[in-house]
């Protein structure tokens, strides 16, 4: 698989990611199980790589799959624990376990065609 179908495969589903709990944490906080501000606060760490990930950064989607385990947690806590949202929990387990193994794929294979990485120490 060549970097730009990872790129636009890995683009999307972050992007659909964000929605998905866009909508999830913004309803929460409607609906009075969360106030507004904690619903807004699980928010902002996913918004963090935002601006590097929509761009193609390699580093960036390579820190990035640090803060989806932190969503991996909630999701996986929510499997277990609910008996109402149980849907929505494993799509968005199955979602961020997509995003876990794809963007570190994407980092290595575009930071390859780039000709980053560690410098080899001259002896």
Not at 1 to 8: A, D, H, I, R
Request: net charge positive; with cysteine.
């Amino acid at each position: 698989m060549n970097s730009t179908t990872l790129f636009k495969l890995c683009r999307t589903g972050y992007v659909a990611l964000v929605m998905l709990l866009g909508a999830w944490f913004i309803r929460q906080g409607l609906t009075g199980e969360y106030s507004m501000l904690f619903s807004l606060l699980w928010l902002v760490p996913l918004l963090l790589p935002l601006k590097g990930i929509i761009t193609g950064k390699p580093y960036t989607f390579a820190w990035a799959s640090f803060i989806l385990c932190l969503y991996m947690l909630h999701a996986l806590t929510l499997v277990y624990v609910t008996e109402t949202d149980t849907l929505f929990a494993v799509v968005e387990s199955l979602l961020i376990a997509s995003l876990l193994v794809g963007f570190p794929f994407y980092a290595r294979i575009r930071g390859r065609e780039l000709g980053l990485g560690l410098k080899k120490k001259k002896s």
